[in-house]
T-cell receptor, first 111, second 115 residues
Framework: GENVEQHPSTLSVQEGDSAVIKCTYSDSASNYFPWYKQELGKGPQLIID?????GEKKDQRIAVTLNKTAKHFSLHITETQPEDSAVYFC??????????FGDGTTLTVKP | EAGVAQSPRYKIIEKRQSVAFWCNPISGHATLYWYQQILGQGPKLLIQFQNNGVVDDSQLPKDRFSAERLKGVDSTLKIQPAKLEDSAVYLCASSPSGGVGETQYFGPGTRLLVL
């Protein structure tokens, strides 16, 4: 089955700096890659996603890149703010919506 | 619109006891997912329903876990008997039709502690 690895497991940055989280996947049939933000005591919430026919997608301070050949994708957050502090998960999705999640990155933004 | 509702939010039981979790998805969503999230890990899919039929339950430990979605709306997930390693957050999510690229909307989860 699909295997997703996510790095780093923890990331600490100063407010205003950029943060980058990387994921690799194993199944070349995966064709949809969402990123979720999970705050304490809440369920994951979708923040951005990318399909396999697109190389990059941007939404304000958040961007995601996908390299299908290398089977890796990354989340970029620019101008980080304290409210960006949370756990971030990547996922790789096959047909019929079955998602395999990475183990998460705990991002801490220091004021 | 109202989000995915789950209850209870917290549950503490002893091993070998049984427990049940309830989920009410977003109105009109045909697809419902149950995930298990162990501390420090990402959510792992246990079972996926399309209306009241099972699409995928390949990772559901069927000797102790069961789930149903009667009438294609609410769903319950049951563990009987519970083991220590079942301590986790159980997340319910829903999406309009389960197609690739659809947003999955997650509930707040039920935190289970097995002593």
């Amino acid at each position: 089955g699909e295997n997703v690895e996510q790095h780093p497991s923890t990331l600490s940055v100063q407010e205003g700096d950029s943060a980058v989280i990387k994921c690799t996947y194993s199944d070349s049939a995966s064709n949809y890659f969402p990123w979720y933000k999970q705050e304490l005591g809440k369920g994951p919430q979708l923040i951005i996603d990318i399909r396999s026919n697109v190389g990059e997608k941007k939404d304000q301070r958040i961007a995601v890149t996908l390299n299908k050949t290398a089977k890796h994708f990354s989340l970029h957050i620019t101008e980080t703010q304290p409210e960006d502090s949370a756990v971030y998960f990547c996922a790789a999705t096959l047909n019929a919506g079955k998602s395999t999640f990475g183990d998460g990155t705990t991002l801490t933004v220091k004021p | 619109e109202a989000g995915v509702a789950q209850s209870p939010r917290y549950k503490i039981i002893e091993k070998r006891q049984s427990v049940a979790f309830w989920c009410n998805p977003i109105s009109g969503h045909a697809t419902l997912y149950w995930y298990q999230q162990i501390l420090g890990q990402g959510p792992k899919l246990l079972i996926q329903f399309q209306n009241n039929g099972v699409v995928d339950d390949s990772q559901l430990p069927k000797d102790r876990f069961s789930a149903e979605r009667l009438k294609g709306v609410d769903s319950t997930l049951k563990i009987q008997p519970a083991k220590l390693e079942d301590s986790a957050v159980y997340l319910c999510a829903s999406s309009p039709s389960g197609g690739v690229g659809e947003t999955q909307y997650f509930g707040p989860g039920t935190r289970l502690l097995v002593l």
